[in-house]
């Protein structure tokens, strides 16, 4: 059984940067595919970007070129960095783990305004 927390949101100006983290705990997080999905108010919940245990990535058309998904084994945890945010990024963002079963986090709010 994988536990996530994410952290790391907050109110941010457009155009500026948020580092999320989704930190694990029961079980090596490197064993399995992650992902960061989004959802905003009144809309259904979107994938935003995946990164498997080889390290290999995948991002959603919305946010390639802004977004960045890595892995730190050592710390277990995954990362999404946020650079050049819009505020249609304003979401709940919640971090999930495709093992057997599918493990999600409690999510962290980003809010892009000026």
């Known amino acids: 059984q994988v536990q996530l927390v994410e952290s790391g949101g907050g109110l941010v100006q457009p155009g500026g940067s948020l580092r999320l983290s989704c930190a694990a705990s029961?079980?090596?997080?490197?064993?399995?595919?992650t992902e960061w999905y989004r959802q905003a108010p009144g809309k259904e919940r979107e994938r935003v970007a995946g990164i498997t245990p080889g390290k290999s990535t995948k991002y959603a058309d919305s946010v390639k070129g802004r977004f960045t998904i890595s892995r730190d084994n050592a710390k277990n945890t995954v990362y999404l960095q946020m650079n050049n945010l819009k505020p249609e990024d304003t979401a709940v963002y919640y971090c999930?783990?495709?093992?057997?079963?599918?493990?999600w986090g409690q999510g962290t709010q980003v809010t892009v305004s000026s």
């Open positions: 999930s783990a495709q093992t057997p079963g599918r493990y």
């Open positions: 029961g079980s090596t997080i490197g064993f399995y595919t």
